[in-house]
């Protein structure tokens, strides 16, 4: 055999190390960590590596969670309680993007696998006292600070949570507890959760560009005086022959469940919005203004249920009539339902920009426009520029690229 010299080894060994280290670069990184426990101090999560979560992931007060672009979050299949919850003086300053979401996901692909993002703020509560407890880690929330800032959820996609704590709790996928406007929520999807979608307990915080696909539970849902604004909400339910389950209401909002006139009540300014309903014959309501709650709701589009509208309680009817609460520049492909008979569906329609029975065409449930709308920019500016009713236009689809 002729010998190997010298210099020749060392260029082929040269040559594998730079094949290993070219291999390795290529495949998925994985940090060897669980996330769980308390964090006290600040972490960085980094773009391009995935990390599992086993039990509950606490930010307290002072730290900081940062989430690059593009982390992938896998709650472990096990007896643990997997969730992510932001303490009262923590923060999350989490930024994906459309083509590098951060995508929280679980082993167990299956509704109510894991148990969702929660975030406790210092903002306003209409409970006894000041403050309350989070249903999921009992960590203090609410307070006087309506400004208060838990930092930053930007693109991120939750899959699969709804985790059922007791017959009373489970969790939802994206949780606001008294979450103040300081902080920014924008281009979000909760995707087949068995709970609700996004669930807000009072709080001023605004939101943009919302996705709840497949929620078993409600899509959006709010209480405890929850007094925020919203932009470009949408809301999908598949069939339940489809997915194997019923979903609930579209939107389900409440002021206060114990006391209908707590202070501060409920009253979101919401806009452009598409909810599409699954036709469901159990579950036949779309919007469910309940409890005491106002709202001030333009450029919405609702189908896919039978009373796509329903009202209920004296108070929140009334805020209705006096026109406290407002009604916009919205078409319903169902009815509206009026429980107490203060308000009506003739009330409704008697603004000429409303319409009850209305025909429009969604492409794959969600996307489509139709022409006439608020420009509520005026308003608050907050909120982008619109002229039409509706979240996504056909020319526009700003769920592309990150919604699952």
């Not at 690059?68 to 923060?91: C, H, N, S, T």
């Not at 806009?271 to 469910?288: F, P, Q, V, Y």
């Not at 896919?304 to 004296?314: A, D, F, P, S």
């Not at 139709?370 to 769920?399: H, I, R």
Request: net charge negative; proline share 2%; aromatic share 8%.
């Amino acid at each position: 055999m002729k010998k190997m010299n010298f210099k020749t080894a060392i260029i082929i060994l040269g040559v594998l190390c730079l094949a290993v280290s070219c291999e390795k670069r290529n495949e998925p990184e994985t940090d060897s960590a669980d996330l769980a426990g308390e964090l006290t101090e600040n972490k960085t999560l980094l773009s391009g590596k995935t990390y599992s979560l086993s039990g509950g992931l606490h930010v307290k007060a002072g730290a900081v969670l940062t989430i690059e672009p593009g982390v992938i979050i896998v709650a472990k299949d096990d007896d643990i309680v997997d969730y992510i919850l932001i303490e009262q003086g923590g923060k999350i300053m989490a930024r994906g993007t459309a083509t590098a979401p951060i995508v929280m996901t679980s082993e167990k692909k299956e509704p109510g696998a894991w148990g969702g993002i929660h975030i406790c703020g210092r903002a306003p509560i209409n409970v006894t006292g000041t403050q309350s407890k989070s249903e999921i880690g009992d960590a203090l929330y609410g307070g006087n600070d309506p400004a208060d800032n838990s930092g930053v959820l930007s693109y991120i996609r939750a899959e699969y949570t709804g985790y059922a704590f007791s017959e009373e709790k489970e969790a939802n996928g994206f949780t606001f507890y008294g979450v103040g406007n300081g902080t920014v929520v924008d281009h979000l999807q909760s995707y087949k959760g068995s709970d609700d979608g996004f669930e807000w307990f009072g709080g001023t915080v605004n939101v943009k560009y919302l996705v709840a696909t497949d929620n078993s539970d409600d899509s959006f849902d709010w209480t405890e005086g929850w007094c925020g604004m919203g932009q470009f909400l949408v809301a999908v339910q598949s069939p339940s022959a489809t997915i194997g389950y019923e979903c609930d209401c579209l939107i389900e909002a409440d002021n206060n469940s114990k006391n209908f006139a707590a202070e501060p009540v409920s009253f979101p300014i919401l806009a452009n919005l598409t909810l599409n309903g699954n036709g469901s014959t159990l579950n036949k309501r779309g919007i469910r203004l309940r409890a005491g709650t106002r709202v001030k709701l333009y450029n919405a589009l609702v189908t896919g249920k039978i009373n796509c509208l329903t009202t209920e309680t004296k108070e929140t009817e009334s805020s209705l009539v006096e026109g406290i609460s407002v009604l916009d520049h919205i078409y319903l492909a169902g009815k509206l339902s009026a429980a107490e008979g203060i308000y009506s569906a003739d009330m409704f329609i008697a603004n000429p920009n409303n319409g009850i029975q209305k025909d429009f065409n969604l492409v794959s449930g969600y996307i489509g426009t139709v022409a006439g709308g608020k420009d509520m920019s005026l308003v608050n500016g907050f909120f982008v520029k619109t002229d039409y009713k509706g979240a996504v236009k056909a020319d526009n689809d700003w769920t592309a690229g990150w919604c699952k």
